[in-house]
């Protein structure tokens, strides 16, 4: 495990769209841009249940999170990290999700969208200034 | 090959950061910030000799290109290819980079540092509005 820098907590803390990376079946990558916050010194996500990456997770749970600082786009950190997969306490991240990034709660979904939260342990930060 | 839609056009056409996505030789994802431009439905982008993107790609070369909306981060664009490298040009190559993003040629380098031309053929796009 690797602990967060100010700089990571600070991309974290922020509206700031991550770039997510998984690994998809035939072992090339897969990116989709994500919301994401923090738990201490853990990023967390959430997605769809069925989605590929919800999939490539479930399979090989070895991810790359990269935070581009909006105002400086030269400045910016990857977070590389092992993500464990959960379904309760889904809404209420999807909330928080929503009220940082659009400042309002998630809109109500049908009952067989199922979120699954993404907790990713940090195993290597790079960061680049 | 895919061709590039109208929206990738235009992202790889502004000055946006986009995040580049290889594998790393343990088969995990590695993510960085790139500056990006096209040369008709291929994307281009230009890196050092002997960095970890590099070597991977010379390994595996299965490439993801992900470019967010900066005016809109749910509006996004995934482009995935395979690059060929080379090196011949890559000095203009960067000029051109750096005029489209810092708005000034880019600065001169130590002739150790070996500029390498990433040129990537669209396999698969697919975009999130």
């Known amino acids: 495990m690797s602990a967060l820098t100010d700089k990571a907590k600070a991309l974290l803390d922020a509206p700031v769209f991550a770039a997510f990376g998984t690994i998809n079946p035939d072992g090339a990558p897969q990116l989709s841009t994500m ?20 999939r490539n997770l479930r399979r090989d749970n070895r991810v790359s999170v990269l ?16 993500a464990t997969l959960s379904e309760s306490g889904a809404r209420e991240l999807m909330d928080d999700l929503s009220q940082k990034y659009r400042g309002t709660p998630f809109p109500e979904e049908p009952a067989d969208r199922i979120r699954v939260i993404v907790r990713i342990t940090p195993t290597k930060l790079t960061e680049h200034n």
């Open 35 to 54: 919301w994401v916050t923090r738990d201490g010194d853990d990023v967390l996500a959430c997605t769809l249940r069925g989605r590929q990456k919800e």
């Open 67 to 82: 935070l581009t600082d909006p105002d400086d786009g030269e400045s910016h950190v990857e977070i590389r990290g092992t």
